[in-house]
């Protein structure tokens, strides 16, 4: 018999309800605005001073904004006319503000505040939709694994002679291992002991006063692996100082790391911030002008020496022993020097580096230390006519005082502009790469293409709806009008479910939502098609409609889950784009098999159900 | 009771689909190898997401007509030039294929020479801002990833299938799947139509409409089969008839969503809704020409017992001493 259960009738309102709140936030269009922020939690105010600050020069530069206002969580929120508006109002800002704020482009919603208190957000658009800018990436994993192991082979010899262990050498034997070669008469065992602690991942292998370190693969997957990390971070660190709203930076695949930076659309400077690297090397100087000039005439620099040059292209020698380096460093701040007024950087170490720098300081006052500034630009130039990416690595002495006293974790260095120590300042303090990266593409949309898109994927999502709802309207009367219905709360419940999840909207996406509304229509039309034909075998109308969807609903599983697995496998198997379809997808099918299962059965007993009159006829 | 007022078959189609099954496969196969041989003799007109290619950046003195840019462009040999506007109207971006016969730097030199040439033809002065190759190690990695998704939804199909049908059942369900995959994709070497990233995407989703299709058809197939007195082909035709109507008003009222994709959609639409246009029509004729066809045919002839129940052989078993 006809019937359905009264609490499922709930459960379908409740998911009426729930979607209709959930998809709302999408109709509201969003102001393209700028976002003010402060850069530090010391000091900094973000106010109504400030937004009348924000407010002049916005009036001066002619700049229209709808709103200046102070949110509840302490930024400034700037709404404009246009995208366009919104690009010069954050380039015109960002200037006049300086580094204590950081001006970001956003999307503020306009949807009322009720819907904001329920978590209710529209999905955020992909780069297609509102415009900005792509990247790919590629991590130089060798160069870590080389870095690494060369550290390695520093911290093995200072392990040896720390243990008064006599050594010949320590050397490195490609990426697999690192070979000791220990004094004759050298305590092997002590050797073996104090290395072992030291380096615990090693496996060691012993022969007469050759000392093997084995590295497992396993431990060079880990440092690639690290090295990704790190750079993930780092990038994440200066992508947020560089106030991009909703950025994303992800891994893909082993060694590539995708950024998009949305509303953004400077590419040269985009690419300046996240591409550059720069540390500081400290190593210490051996001899003076005069002995390098010496050396570099007579090619007689010394082995343990290479040749550095200062701005001025004076060369000086410094000891290729690195004292500390930049992946040593915890905190950087631009500072001015209260003697003399010049601009430099105050350094903090971490306790490792602040024990050699102590160290070193201790035995060596009155002697120079050099502090080299290094540079990492990514390049793209043609060789034999094929396309290099390579990095170019400058490197400068920007210090080389005299040590006038002991110091360890803490110290200043000077001598840079106060640009560059702006820049070193907030480089430094964003970490630095663990290796070097290069662009192997990029991508801009701009916005008004972006707006295009949107305007054409609505538009296709809407006539297909209409095609296909007319179809049913006309073919199937009163059931085509209860079909409709499931249609309608279909595309409720995808957009509603794509924005809890916070799915990124993309033009695939609209293809994706265009094909589960196909989806929807086959499990819709199995069902009207199964109970014309119970009818037409005779059956009375109640018990036709009931065996209809009974008899359909296995079939609409079977059929559905197959389809589920080839939109897993797009998720899966794809990258952005791809993967944009497949969600659409993937949800337009879980909730088309909802819908048209046990809405359109709850409506059609709504209408034909019950121990009403005894049924003549249905309209199907 | 009269209840029909309006079909768009009739609904005691009574069609011998098994009598020409023999010519339906042939003609089913023969296509596939005119596919086959299109995607081996001509290959794929690949997009830059596959193939890599130029991006050069210039700056105009006056906004320009993207149009009249993108038609010289395509005099000058290059047919899917991709003309942006960016940042302010003043800058373009444009995205090019090399020409045949180019390398990388050749076609960087082309690029902006071609580039160059287009926009003063416009009646414009402009600067090259930046002239860059995309590698297409990417694409590579994208491409590979598409073949990883097609194994992965193959053997998925084979297993599901195989679980909740029989074996047989999945075997056909495959063949007429990748049948229609391979007519999709062989229809975009053929023509030479762009082959883009959503175009694949397209080609995937096609395997999910095409199995769904067949899944339906095979679904009424089993019914019968436990319902029904009759020899194997007469049940097979009977299922494909008492699910015409259903495969040809679903198919139609897809492809008139996908229709709506490819009129409303705009250009980055039009390759994935071309393929899925294509793909809903194959995926049809096929789930009824080839599909059942296929499972009156030597290893993979169904016979009763193949959906009957096994427990009772199980159970004969297990009896045995």
Request: proline share 4%; net charge neutral.
């Amino acid at each position: 018999m006809l019937t359905f259960a009264r609490w499922k009738y709930f459960v379908i309102l409740l998911v009426l309800v729930v979607s209709v709140i959930y998809a709302l936030p999408n109709a509201y269009p969003q102001d393209p605005s700028v976002q003010i922020s402060a850069a530090r939690s010391d000091g900094v105010q973000v106010n109504a001073s400030l937004a009348k600050k924000v407010e002049s020069l916005l009036s001066q530069a002619k700049i229209p904004s709808k709103s200046i206002k102070v949110e509840d969580q302490g930024n400034l929120l700037v709404r404009l006319e246009d995208t366009d508006q919104q690009t010069r109002a954050a380039d015109l800002l960002r200037p006049q503000l300086g580094n204590d704020y950081v001006v970001a482009l956003s999307l503020a919603p306009t949807a009322p505040a009720w819907l904001e208190f329920l978590r209710a957000k529209p999905m955020p658009r992909g780069l297609d939709l509102q415009g900005g800018v792509h990247f790919v990436m590629q991590v130089d994993q060798a160069s870590a694994i080389d870095k690494r192991l060369d550290a390695y082979v520093e911290d093995v010899r200072s392990t040896l002679r720390d243990n008064r262990v006599p050594y010949t050498s320590v050397v490195r034997r490609g990426n697999e291992a690192l070979v000791a070669t220990l004094g004759t008469g050298a305590d092997t065992a002590k050797a073996q002991s104090q290395l072992r602690t030291a380096f615990p991942t090693l496996t060691q292998n012993l022969q007469d006063q050759t000392l093997t370190l084995e590295v497992p693969q396993a431990e060079l997957q880990r440092i690639s692996l690290e090295a990704i990390e790190q750079n993930l971070n780092t990038l994440r660190n200066r992508i947020n100082a560089f106030g991009v709203a909703e950025p994303v930076i992800q891994r893909q695949g082993t060694d590539r790391i995708v950024i998009q930076l949305p509303g953004l659309q400077d590419t040269v400077e985009a690419k300046r911030q996240i591409g550059a690297t720069a540390t500081l090397e400290f190593r210490a100087v051996i001899g003076n002008e005069a002995t390098a000039d010496a050396a570099v005439r007579d090619r007689s620099v010394p082995p343990d020496a290479r040749v550095y040059y200062t701005e001025t292209k004076q060369p000086l020698l410094l000891s290729k022993r690195l004292l500390v380096s930049g992946e040593q460093l915890v905190n950087a701040q631009p500072m001015t020097d209260p003697q003399d007024g010049r601009q430099g950087v105050s350094i903090t170490l971490n306790s490792v580096g602040g024990q050699r720098m102590l160290d070193h300081t201790l035995e060596n006052v009155g002697k120079r230390l050099g502090i080299v500034y290094v540079e990492q630009t990514p390049i793209t130039a043609i060789v034999d006519g094929k396309e290099v990416q390579t990095i170019r690595t400058d490197e400068r002495v920007i210090n080389s005082a005299e040590i006038k006293g002991v110091f360890g974790k803490n110290f200043q260095t000077t001598g840079l502009s106060a640009e560059e120590s702006k820049a070193l300042a907030s480089q430094l303090k964003s970490g630095a790469l663990a290796a070097p990266m290069i662009f192997v593409e990029e991508r801009v949309v701009g916005p008004s293409l972006g707006a295009e898109n949107v305007k054409r994927g609505t538009m296709a999502v809407a006539y297909s709806f209409i095609f296909a709802l007319s179809f049913f309207l006309i073919y199937y009367r009163m059931f085509g009008l209860i079909t409709c219905m499931a249609l309608v709360l279909n595309l409720l419940m995808v957009v509603a479910l794509m924005s809890i999840v916070g799915a990124t909207m993309s033009l695939p996406g609209f293809a994706g939502l265009a094909l589960s509304v196909g989806m929807s229509v086959d499990a819709n039309v199995l069902i009207n098609e199964r109970i014309r034909e119970e009818l037409r075998a005779g059956i009375p109308p109640q018990t036709a409609i009931a065996t209809g969807y009974d008899k359909a609903s296995g079939t609409i599983f079977d059929s559905n889950m197959t389809a589920l697995l080839a939109g897993v496998a797009l998720y899966a198997f794809g990258t952005g784009p791809l993967q944009g379809f497949a969600i659409t997808m993937i949800v337009g099918i879980l909730t088309s098999v909802f819908t048209a299962v046990t809405v359109s059965r709850g409506i059609a007993t709504l209408i034909y159900g019950g121990n009403r009159r005894k049924l003549k006829s249905i309209a199907i | 009771m009269k209840i029909f007022p309006l079909t768009l078959l009739p609904n005691d189609a009574n069609i011998n689909f098994m009598k020409m099954r023999w010519l339906s496969i042939a003609i089913a196969a023969i296509i596939m190898f005119v596919a086959i041989g299109a995607m081996a003799t001509r290959g794929f007109n690949f997009a830059l997401d596959f193939t890599g290619g130029n991006l050069v950046e210039v700056h105009l003195d006056k906004s320009a007509s993207l149009d009249t840019i993108r038609d010289k462009l395509a005099a000058d040999g290059y047919d899917s030039a991709q003309v942006q506007t960016y940042g302010s109207g003043n800058e373009l971006l444009v995205r090019l294929q090399p020409r045949e016969g180019d390398d990388s730097s050749a076609a960087t030199a082309h690029a902006a020479q071609a580039v160059m040439k287009a926009v003063t033809a416009s009646g414009n002065t402009g600067k090259i801002l930046r002239n860059e190759f995309v590698g297409p190690q990417v694409g590579k990695e994208l491409a590979l990833n598409g073949l990883y998704a097609l194994i992965f939804v193959v053997v998925g199909f084979l297993i599901y299938i195989a679980f909740r049908f029989e074996w047989k059942f999945a075997v056909a369900a495959i063949i007429t799947t990748l049948h229609d995959v391979i007519v999709v994709a062989g229809w975009f070497a053929l023509s030479g139509h762009e082959f883009d990233l959503t175009v694949l995407a397209g080609i995937l989703s096609v395997m999910g409409y095409s199995i769904n299709d067949t899944i339906v058809v095979f679904d009424r197939v089993r019914e019968n089969f436990r319902s029904m007195r009759a020899d194997p082909e007469t049940i097979l035709n009977r299922s494909i008839n008492q699910t015409l109507s259903r495969t040809v008003i679903t198919s139609f009222v897809a492809f008139l969503t996908v229709v709506a994709l490819y009129i409303y959609g705009g250009g980055s639409l039009r390759g994935m809704a071309e393929s899925q246009m294509l793909g809903i029509i194959i995926g049809t004729v096929s789930s009824i020409f080839v599909a059942c066809p296929l499972l009156t045919l030597g290893f993979l002839k169904v016979t009763k017992q193949d959906l009957l129940p096994k427990a009772k052989d199980d159970a004969a078993l297990a009896r045995r001493p």
